[in-house]
């Protein structure tokens, strides 16, 4: 697993106008082809009468599937702009789809390319990016003596307090960056005397919003 990826907020959509012609970015999290495949022909039914529907998608921790359609535009001009867009955002299980109704004006490979780009790229602006970063949840557990300290150093370390557990003994969940696990039974033991039971929980990814 990744120590941490960037992928899209989640579902979004925006338009620009440029020439007369309408570009409506539709964004979306896909953790399969499958998934990336059903977005796009949503979006597709939706906009059935579009002139075009042009899709791009990268999927995997080490972008092992990635596709790109331009959807009846020239060669080159849409499907793989978009594309590069998502890869130099360093992006992962993320889908988008460009809709183009034609506005008269033919803006040629050159202005396609940077219209289909831009709108990618407006597009990911509005939807926002999150980062991904796989964390170890720790549990710890102490006396409820140790309560009131552990959790107000807690709140003012690098740590993430994920939740309290008050049993017979208080267990205290924290999230961990996974290569940060010594570190942290170290500084644990520290504030609690040794008087803590440290073990080792599951691992899942924490997102952090970007803007």
């Known amino acids: 697993m990744l120590p941490y990826y960037y992928t899209v907020k989640g579902y979004g959509e925006h338009e620009i106008i440029i020439q007369k012609s309408r570009f409506i970015c539709y964004t979306n999290r896909a953790t399969t082809e499958e998934e990336a495949q059903s977005f796009i022909q949503t979006i597709k039914k939706k906009h059935y009468d579009a002139n075009h529907n042009c899709s791009a998608y990268l999927i995997g921790e080490t972008n092992n599937i990635q596709k790109a359609n331009d959807d009846g535009e020239p060669s080159g001009t849409a499907g793989v702009p978009m594309l590069e867009v998502l890869k130099k955002r360093n992006l992962k299980d993320t889908v988008v789809v460009v809709t183009r109704y034609f506005g008269g004006i033919k803006l040629g490979a050159g202005g396609l390319i940077r219209a289909y780009g831009s709108s990618t790229s407006e597009?990911?602006?509005e939807t926002g990016i999150v980062k991904c970063t796989l964390m170890r949840v720790m549990h710890t557990k102490i006396d409820y003596t140790w309560l009131g300290k552990v959790e107000n150093e807690l709140r003012s370390s690098a740590y993430s307090l994920k939740e309290i557990h008050y049993l017979n003994d208080v267990e205290v969940e924290v999230f961990v960056e996974e290569g940060s696990k010594q570190g942290f039974i170290e500084w644990m033991t520290e504030l609690t005397n040794g008087k803590c039971e440290i073990f080792a929980g599951n691992v899942r990814y924490l997102e952090e919003d970007l803007g």
Do not use: E, T
Request: net charge neutral.
């Open 123 to 125: 597009g990911l602006n």
